[in-house]
Structures are given as structure tokens and as C-alpha cells.
């Protein structure tokens, strides 16, 4: 079972618009990790969120945690046409794996 | 910064055959990962070893062999390769035993004649 589903599977939006991408998962964590793929790559961490921070900022971008929701979300300000990749949400399991979402397919038109 | 090295870049088999992908990281981390990629979906966890020798299956094991050889490299094997299995498989480590911040290799992608 996936435990990480991010909602939306593509975007397609202008270079400097603000983006959010959601994620809910099925179960109990207390630590989601957004990663990020660009194409031919592997994924990559941009930021890690625990359940006691709600929110966490790493430059132009931003990582909320709901528990009570079961609920993630990152949000990237300015984007760039560098920004365009998927980006997967990854629910800590406490038990040495996460689990990884389809991605969102992020596309920024120059 | 240390590096994860997948070999090789690409990979064709027949079908039937036996094929066996390589992983090398030199961050010293204890716990390593095999995923797998299909296109359009999410990685899923094949294998997982979280010491030298030790061995994990993922939720994706069956048809698949593992080897922890010694701390830094991990293979994977492809028992009998099918038409269905192509993808790309992704390499990862992280410090500890811990799932956090794992840094991924750039990925095999096998092809199946």
C-alpha cells in the first residue's frame, strides 16, 4: 500500500508564479521528507518536517505537517524553470524505509 | 560529499535471463536501499540492508536477489527477467539505521528483449 499519495499528479504553471503540492498518507508518522527528481536522476531530499515543527522553511521553499490530518504540503515561492521535476512526498515508517507517492509532475514554463 | 555509483548506466537482458545490477557508496553509510521505477508511478522498495550481511525484503522482493557484500556496495539480481520489468532501479544509502535523508545513485535502467 502507498502511504504517501501526492493529490495532484501534474502541474503545469509560469516561471515565477507560487506553487503547493499536497500529500496525505494512510497512517501515523511523525516525519515526512519531500524529495525531488529531475529527469534521468535520482531523487534528491529538499526538506525533512517533523511532527512537533508544522512548518519548516529552506529558502524558497516551505513544508507544513498536520498529523492530525495526516497531511503534508510544499510550497515553493518564485519558481524557475529549474524547479520543473517531480517532487515526491516520503512518510517516515519507523522502520528504516519510507514510503514514496506517485510525485507530483512539476513543469515550469520559462 | 560522498557519491552513490550504479553499474551499468544501461542494462538489456533477454528474457529468462539472469541480470545483476551493482551499487557503491562511499559515505560510509550503514543502511542501503533498492527501489524500483516504473514510469509513472512512485519508487517501491524492493530490498533494504541496514548493516554489512544483512538483508531486508521490501514490498516489491519477489523475483529479486540481494547481496550485501561489504558496507559499500549492495547488488541486486534480477532472477529470471521479464518482459514487465522494464524500469529504472535506484540505489540508495543513509546514515544509521535510519530512513532519513537517503541519497540515491542515478539509476540502472533495464530493458527486457
Known amino acids: 500500500s502507498q502511504w504517501g499519495e501526492e493529490n495532484l499528479q501534474a502541474l503545469s504553471i509560469q516561471e515565477g508564479e507560487d506553487v503547493t503540492m499536497n500529500c496525505s498518507y494512510k497512517?501515523?508518522?511523525?516525519?515526512v521528507q519531500w524529495y525531488r527528481q529531475k529527469s534521468g536522476k535520482g531523487p534528491a531530499q529538499l526538506i525533512l518536517i517533523r511532527s512537533n515543527e508544522r512548518e519548516k522553511r529552506s529558502g524558497r521553499l516551505r513544508a507544513t505537517l498536520d498529523t492530525s490530518s495526516q497531511s503534508s504540503s510544499l510550497s515553493i515561492t518564485g519558481t524557475l524553470a529549474t524547479d520543473t521535476a517531480v517532487y515526491f512526498c516520503a512518510p517516515d515508517t519507523n522502520a528504516y524505509k519510507v514510503i514514496f507517492g506517485k510525485g507530483t509532475h512539476l513543469h515550469v514554463l520559462p | 560529499g560522498g557519491i552513490i555509483t550504479q553499474t551499468p548506466k544501461f542494462l538489456i537482458g533477454q528474457e529468462g535471463q539472469k541480470l545483476t545490477l551493482k551499487c557503491q557508496q562511499n559515505f560510509n553509510h550503514d543502511t542501503m536501499y533498492w527501489y524500483r521505477q516504473d514510469s509513472g508511478k512512485g519508487l517501491r522498495l524492493i530490498y533494504y540492508s541496514i548493516t554489512e550481511n544483512d538483508l531486508q525484503k521490501g514490498d516489491l522482493s519477489e523475483g529479486y536477489d540481494a547481496s550485501r557484500e561489504k558496507k559499500s556496495s549492495f547488488s541486486l539480481t534480477v532472477t529470471s527477467a521479464q518482459k514487465n520489468e522494464m524500469a529504472v532501479f535506484l540505489c540508495a544509502s543513509s546514515f544509521r539505521q535510519s530512513s532519513y535523508e537517503q541519497y540515491f545513485g542515478p539509476g540502472t535502467r533495464l530493458t527486457v528483449l
Open positions: 497512517t501515523y508518522t511523525t516525519v
